[in-house]
């Protein structure tokens, strides 16, 4: 930590690309192998990942962020550290079982089979999932489901950190995710903010049962500056909703709606824009022409939303910049659908002008380089199979402010 930062600053962000300090990540466990052919698209991956490997991959990815000194965080260490208090247990149970597919029997057992487990294996559990015959618990509920059905599902996108919380300056947004298989994601990131003493105090701006928010959706493009992608898993009345609050709290000034395509490829703003400097944007180029903005600013009272514009001209207005750049990748629409699908344009920004991407969107992080970018590529054959690159799988906690690059 850096004495510009102030000596005990933990956490806040108020950029894409300020020097990053600390993020949170989730090294993948034994979720990912609740995975079968049977349930992998409700659980939102493309395939089976080969765990190991994955695990592998992650922590080289983890190694690079503290190779540029860059404090790592894991998701699953902060929650088994948050359940050591019994309150956190006891919310953290009620919400796991609040399931109605239970039913009193099974909720019951549940609640005390759960409540007996010390903080790691509790995590595990909120983690992983526990299946049907995994347990012993008797009665009609479980007799009558499959041996292999989850009673408390597996959590195989927690892998994603960029959509369970944001930073916005020092206030946390626990998010609202919209598909059912993430849901219960935001319950243990709320637990973490809550009662993980590193949190203490730490100001909330959202919660997870609001109208939905996905992180992946959030960019903080500067100071005082958020752009909202609303699409597939953001919904407009979410993007009110955020707007909303962070003008309550003073955390910024404008927040740009930009509609994004309803699909899978597409499912954040983050799938087709990342930040790479104070002043550049990488963005998918099938997509980056049309992509319009709907400037959302307040008198302190009521909402004022602007006439649409192209994205990088009413961004640079919010900004209060001539122009926020567009680094043009200038590849083929086919080139750049593929790249895009394996999550080439979603890079995540350790500095100005340096960021990570997967080594295999090769085209892309080569225009990146000849544009003055420096990439530092990390290999995920296993980890994409989630349909989800390096600012997916990072949640930036504290970056230095722009002001003192
Ligand atoms: N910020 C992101 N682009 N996250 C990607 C999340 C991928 C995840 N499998 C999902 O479908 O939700």
Redesign the pocket.
């Known amino acids: 930590m850096t004495e510009a930062q102030g000596v005990d600053k933990r956490y806040g962000v108020d950029s894409e690309v300020g020097p990053l300090r600390t993020v949170m990540l989730h090294r993948p466990g034994n979720e990912l192998r609740r995975l079968t052919p049977r349930n992998n698209d409700k659980l939102?991956?493309d395939g089976i990942p080969w765990v190991g490997r994955a695990q592998e991959e992650h922590d080289a990815f983890a190694q690079a962020l503290r190779d540029r000194d860059v404090e790592v965080l894991y998701l699953g260490e902060l929650l088994t550290e948050a359940l050591t208090d019994p309150e956190a247990r006891s919310v953290a149970v009620t919400g796991a079982i609040a399931d109605l597919r239970l039913g009193d029997t099974l909720r019951d057992y549940l609640r005390t089979a759960l409540s007996d487990l010390d903080p790691a294996r509790l995590a595990e559990a909120l983690m992983a999932g526990v299946r049907n015959d995994e347990v012993r618990a008797g009665g009609l509920v479980t007799s009558l489901l499959a041996h292999e059905d989850f009673l408390i599902d597996p959590l195989?996108?927690l892998l994603?950190t960029?959509?369970s919380s944001v930073w916005i300056r020092d206030s946390v947004a626990v998010t609202s995710?919209a598909?059912p298989?993430?849901a219960r994601e935001t319950q243990l990131t709320e637990l973490i903010y809550t009662f993980h003493p590193r949190f203490a105090g730490a100001d909330k701006v959202y919660d997870h049962q609001l109208e939905h928010v996905?992180?992946?959706?959030v960019l903080a493009l500067g100071p005082g500056v958020l752009a909202v992608g609303v699409g597939e898993?953001t919904t407009p009345a979410g993007v009110e909703r955020l707007a909303r609050r962070v003008f309550a709290q003073g955390l910024a000034h404008t927040v740009l709606a930009v509609p994004i395509a309803q699909q899978?490829a597409t499912?954040?703003l983050?799938?087709v824009c990342t930040m790479v400097d104070v002043d550049a944007v990488l963005m998918y180029p099938n997509m980056a022409e049309e992509m319009r903005a709907h400037a959302v600013t307040t008198d302190g009272e009521q909402l004022y939303v602007a006439e649409p514009e192209p994205f990088l001209v009413a961004a640079a207005k919010a900004l209060g910049i001539d122009t926020l750049r567009r680094i043009d990748t200038g590849l083929d629409p086919v080139t750049a659908e593929r790249e895009q699908w394996d999550?080439g344009n979603?890079t995540l920004a350790l500095a100005p002008r340096v960021c990570i991407a997967y080594e295999r969107t090769v085209e892309t992080n080569a225009r990146l380089e000849e544009s003055g970018i420096e990439v530092i590529r990390i290999s995920g054959s296993e980890l994409g199979s989630?349909?989800?690159?390096p600012?997916?799988m990072s949640c930036p906690v504290l970056r230095a402010p722009l002001a003192v690059v």
């Open positions: 939102l991956f195989p996108n994603f960029r959509d995710l598909m298989a993430r996905e992180g992946g959706d898993r899978r499912m954040h983050d799938t999550d979603n989630g349909r989800g690159g600012r997916c």
